[in-house]
């Protein structure tokens, strides 16, 4: 499976451990916005020989985050548990040439022998004594005693390893499972791997690559690209233990793919004219890998917000609705059943796409529609209301104004207005115990319009429970997502 053509032929490699991480989200994007630039072929390979560890579910979540993105495979995704015979035979060829040797030592014996070595580490000591494989015993490297390995890198330029310092590596374990550096070297090879676009942390191993690269006779390395490391705000690694690190957290918590994809894209590499927002097809034709940075780059999770919230607003009303509607909707939604009310939901909702930054905030900008209980959130209501002395005198004046007013934002708008005046208030001001009353909080959506689709009855109903409740004392909840007052009904 040569590359032909001179068309690239690149490849995404996780092992499947545990949730997908944006480090290998950004590696994937990397791989395929180059294959696509050029023409070239994106393959998709599970490296699932570490078998304690490596789960099915992990692949389909990785799958799955994948197709999520827009990232599509043109070849794979293949499982490197499924092509052990490939690295068997490998390893028998290197054995035979006398690059590989075997070895009985236990961890215990080289940590033994460590004490006093200028170079700790494996001292090479079966080298040898010609042993042959077998149970127990791992298949070591015969690295060169001198020179150098080069590495030619097109984010880190040329990198020298010397020779003497890269102990003899195990590429098959003593229990005859092949280690990482074999199988993918030899999978690489097999697959006609032209570029290998991957994660910093994996230069240390290169010059291993290398190494079994020309000692298989496979021809000319393939070009290397090692991506800088993602850090949080301390300039720390990213890690899963500290920070949030998975594509299935941001996924849930409403990030669209698209935001994701363009944020990812900026993590190491920017256009020429520095622009920022980048739809896919101006990433494809834009990227260029020889324009990565090797400088680490901060993950910003704000500024993630920032790009979501603009991909948001920039869908339209129709979009924006399917997008939304699974973080709503049963099983989903976070309402009891039956109390989602699309229809009204539907009327908000251009409200709502101008004020949230991930669609899983969309919920708490309508729950004063849907949720029941209708909660009022305690320290809004003791600020706006309890600690207000003109609100009571306010309340009343819109609970009567909202007996006999039309029931349009318009006519809404102007009970708040009237009252506001009388109360010698500008109408922000005033708005702050209705919103509070009616809407549970004092930061929402417009509020003329939010009470509008509330309806008279509701919007009426919680103005009466706030001033039966009195300055400050904590509102239950009665029938009709009206609070009450603790206690009994007002």
């Not at 520095?274 to 020889?290: A, C, N, P």
């Not at 869908?315 to 997008?323: S, W």
């Not at 969309?362 to 209501?381: I, N, T």
């Not at 309890?386 to 006999?404: I, N």
């Amino acid at each position: 499976m040569k590359a032909t053509g001179g068309s690239p032929r690149v490849r995404f490699a996780p092992s499947p451990t545990g949730y997908f991480h944006v480090g290998g989200a950004r590696t994937a994007l990397y791989n395929w916005l180059f294959a696509r630039r050029l023409g070239g072929t994106f393959v998709l390979r599970i490296e699932d020989t570490d078998r304690e560890r490596s789960d099915d579910a992990w692949i389909s979540g990785i799958l799955s985050a994948l197709e999520w993105l827009g990232i599509s495979w043109d070849e794979g995704p293949y499982r490197q548990s499924e092509r052990l015979p490939l690295y068997e035979k490998a390893a028998a060829e290197l054995f035979a040439a006398g690059r590989l040797y075997a070895c009985d030592c236990s961890r215990a014996d080289v940590e033994a022998r460590n004490p006093g070595r200028t170079t700790p580490g494996y001292d090479g000591y079966c080298r040898d004594r010609a042993l042959t494989p077998g149970p127990g015993r791992a298949l070591r490297f015969r690295t060169p005693d001198e020179g150098v390995t080069l590495v030619h890198d097109v984010v880190r330029g040329d990198v020298e390893f010397p020779n003497s310092t890269i102990e003899d590596f195990v590429v098959v374990k003593s229990s005859g499972d092949p280690l990482f550096v074999l199988a993918v070297v030899v999978d690489d090879i097999s697959m006609g791997i032209t570029h290998v676009i991957r994660a910093e942390e994996h230069l240390p191993t290169t010059p291993k690559a290398v190494m079994l690269w020309e000692a298989l006779g496979a021809g000319p390395v393939p070009v290397f690209a090692h991506l800088p490391v993602l850090v949080n705000e301390k300039r720390q690694k990213l890690s899963k233990r500290r920070d949030r690190v998975s594509v299935e957290d941001y996924r849930a918590m409403g990030i669209l793919p698209e935001a994701m994809r363009n944020y990812l894209a900026l993590l190491g590499w920017s256009p020429a004219d520095g622009r920022e927002v980048l739809d896919l097809e101006e990433l494809v034709s834009e990227f260029r890998l020889e324009d990565v940075n090797n400088s680490p780059a901060f993950f910003d999770e704000r500024r993630l917000l920032h790009f979501n919230g603009l991909y948001i607003r920039a869908l339209d009303e129709e979009e924006f609705l399917r997008r939304a509607l699974p973080f709503l909707e049963p099983p989903s939604g976070p309402w009891a059943p039956g109390r989602f009310d699309r229809a009204q939901f539907e009327r908000l909702a251009p409200l709502v796409k101008e004020r949230v930054a991930t669609l899983g905030e969309v919920a708490g900008m309508v729950d004063f529609l849907f949720a029941d209980p209708f909660v009022v959130d305690d320290h809004d209501r003791a600020t706006s209301i309890g600690r207000d002395p003109g609100a009571r005198a306010l309340l009343e004046q819109v609970a009567e104004g909202f007996r006999s007013c039309g029931w349009d934002a318009g006519s809404i708008r102007a009970v708040v207005t009237a009252a506001a005046e009388a109360s010698g208030r500008k109408l922000a001001k005033a708005q702050a115990p209705v919103r509070v009353a009616t809407m549970g909080r004092a930061v929402g959506l417009p509020l003329f319009e939010s009470l509008e689709v509330l309806g008279r009855e509701r919007a009426l109903g919680r103005v009466l429970s706030a001033l039966g409740a009195g300055a400050g004392t904590p509102a239950g909840t009665g029938p009709g997502g009206a609070a009450q007052p603790a206690g009994g009904a007002g």
